[in-house]
């Protein structure tokens, strides 16, 4: 069983910042990808970074030179550093991982956090 626990959404004002964390806890071997997506009302959740293993980092154009995503793999932990946010960063944010269970035979599932509220006032 694997689960994801996310912590330090919440409401902000413009301009101001955040950072979201994503724990990971259970069989895993390891993890490949890791990454921050958002959903608002509405919507089709979307990608906002995503993380390899290797440590190569992609973004929505949206967020680029705002948002650095980074991981711990020792902790099992991926985060998001959000900087300067404007209200239509507005969303819940959800952690994915993907997460090698077993390697004989290879066996990798993905997983999604609860969703954490992000809030951000104009």
């Known amino acids: 069983q694997v689960q994801l626990v996310e912590s330090g959404g919440g409401l902000v004002q413009a301009g101001g910042s955040l950072r979201l964390s994503c724990v990971v806890s259970?069989?895993?071997?390891?993890?490949?990808?890791m990454g921050w997506y958002r959903q608002t009302p509405g919507k089709q959740r979307e990608l906002v970074a995503i993380i390899t293993s290797g440590g190569e980092a992609n973004y929505a154009d949206s967020v680029k030179g705002r948002f650095t995503i980074s991981r711990d793999n020792a902790k099992n932990t991926v985060s998001l550093q959000m900087n300067s946010l404007k209200p239509e960063d507005t969303a819940v944010y959800y952690c994915?991982?993907?997460?090698?269970?077993?390697?004989?035979?290879?066996?990798?599932?993905?997983?999604w956090g609860q969703g954490t509220q992000v809030t951000v006032s104009s």
């Open positions: 994915k991982v993907e997460v090698v269970v077993t390697v004989v035979p290879y066996v990798e599932r993905r997983y």
């Open positions: 259970g069989d895993i071997f390891s993890m490949n990808e």
